[in-house]
């Protein structure tokens, strides 16, 4: 099993930058993708970025595009989203998540695609 703990949420003022972590573990852990959801109250899981693991290929959410940039350190297994220019549209809980499988690029944007997730951080950003 694949163990996802995400980390560095807070709350920021509009324009504010934070930067998120996901620590991952377990055992024989080789992600294909892995990639970065958020979920704001009332409003479904939605899609932030996603990045594969052996060559870094990055796919971003059109909402996010210019503002976030998604990287990994494969020697920590672990996984980063720095977030700039923030906007109280960015609040939600963020959630990290990985494939067990070969995806298209297609689906890597679908929440369905992704079998391990962690437990969410929160990012509130205030006007």
């Known amino acids: 099993q694949v163990q996802l703990v995400e980390s560095g949420g807070g709350l920021v003022q509009a324009g504010g930058s934070l930067r998120l972590s996901c620590a991952a573990s377990?055992?024989?852990?080789?992600?294909?993708?892995m990639g970065w959801f958020r979920q704001a109250p009332g409003k479904a899981r939605e899609f932030v970025s996603a990045?594969?693991?052996?060559?870094?290929?990055?796919y971003y959410a059109d909402s996010v595009k210019g503002r976030f940039t998604i990287s990994r350190d494969n020697a920590k297994n672990t996984m980063y989203l720095q977030m700039n220019s923030l906007t109280p549209e960015d609040t939600a809980v963020y959630y990290c998540?990985?494939?067990?499988?070969?995806?298209?690029?297609?689906?890597?944007?679908?929440?369905?695609?992704?079998?391990?997730w962690g437990q969410g951080t929160q990012v509130t950003v205030s006007s």
């Open positions: 990045i594969s693991w052996s060559r870094g290929n990055t």
């Open positions: 998540a990985t494939t067990s499988r070969v995806v298209s690029s297609t689906q890597v944007t679908g929440v369905r695609s992704y079998d391990y």
């Open positions: 377990g055992r024989t852990f080789s992600p294909y993708v």
